[in-house]
């Protein structure tokens, strides 16, 4: 708890946090760790308290957090212009936050949104404090709790004088890579001093920015899991390979082109015995229906919105939701038949085919995250840098991998690049590796093993390299029914057509 103050100088806090639940400790953990004085308010006391506590028994740097059961004492010992994180539940929750704090705010003060907001919750905050003289920043923060405590990657939005302020802590605590190889930088992780390394944050936009990038981030998340579970139930199912071999299997891919945080955690996770027995492997035990907070959704539903074909990443979400209809799908098991299939070709050649798959599918959700981005950024007049946010992705975050800097590399190489995929390197993945990939679907629907994102992931490549789809005549069918109109291939463009269509032939109505 706050001591008597000494002078005001000496005791006012560079930052305020307002949330501890475990990714408020652990980012206030992670400022303090870099010299910063940090005071703390929890709506519910205790939580604060217990922490505090923990914070003495822990490192001497933790004494630099300063906890405050009153609001008014928590805003007050903050320096000014104030800068406070909150870290509390997206919806209702912000709001009242938002509501309880405002009134003990001054002009020029920054209050910075850390959650899971939907972005356009954002644009409203900030447009309405904005009139308060109040900086609203919403700033995605991503890496789980160990992001939070260690170095996440960070996306803050805001105007630019805020980000002006935020910086020098944004950068500091951030996730470091290595400014040429983009990987994770190891001294920054083991405390030695940072050398060559470029923090995982940049000011991304104005407004809501910040958590849209980071919305399309989780999309993305929720795709590269289940291109995993795709990968790791077909060995299981049509090579009856054992969690362990897989386990290896996967270890092996992340120190290829595939390595990354989840391929890595994947490895753990397939290596990892119950301990309820050891004799068993864990993810044997996992019931397999998958939860979700709602991010991945958010992506897809945009998706529709704009337009874009993001179908990989909706098809990500569907699957956590076919998961969760685990009754249902006992019972349909017993009544709905499959093929009886045996696979008796090569082992390494279908894992390696997996792989490429993998890879592929891969490369195709990338380009969905940000064809979505490049949609909204002209949709909110943002002007988004794509190089710099797979920049920011490679270290700290959940998506992180040795893949993301070819994405900035590509960028670099041409900022107006219409579909990653047409990127020279991407292009060359995709055709290197589209036999197996193709392959792998063939034998998966075979086997009757769902496989959706692979699947989806390919449609969508073999889509967007076909010129003519058959969408010619869903326009006609369109012009039949509801007089919609069409455009003809032999006319400029913008110019319509309708045929009196035959009536089609009706029951008639006796009357
Ligand atoms: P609590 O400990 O008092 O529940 C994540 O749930 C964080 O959000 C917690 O720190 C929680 O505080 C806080 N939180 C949830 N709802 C809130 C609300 N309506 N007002 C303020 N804080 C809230």
Redesign the pocket.
Known sequence: MAKKKKSKATTQSDIGLI???VM?QNLVLNMADHGYKVSVF???TS?MTDFIAQCKEREPSHERVIGYAKLRDFVMSIKRPRKIIM???AG??TD??IDSVLPLLQKGDILIDGGNALWTDTIRREKDLAVKGINFVGSGVSGGELGARFGPSLMPGGSKEAWKSLKPIWTAIAAQVDRKTGKPNEDYQAGKPVKKAEPCTYHIGPNGAGHYVKMVHNGIEYIDMQLICEAYMLMKTILGMKPDEMGKVFARWNKGLLDSFLVEITADILQQRDPANKKNFLVDKVLDTAGQKGTGKWTAVNALDMGIPANAIAEAVFARCLSAIKDERVVASKKLKGPRKRYSGSKPALVKAIHDALYSSKICAYAQGFQLMAEAQNEYDWKLNFGKIAGIFRGGCIIRARFLQKITDAYTKNPKLQNLMLDPYFKKALHDSQRNWRKVVVLATEHGVPVPAFMSALSYFDGYRTAVLPANLLQAQRDYFGAHTYERTDKKRGQFFHVDWPEPDRPQLKV
């Open positions: 949330g501890l639940a408020g929890n709506r519910t939580k870290l509390v539940q209702f929750a009242a936050t």
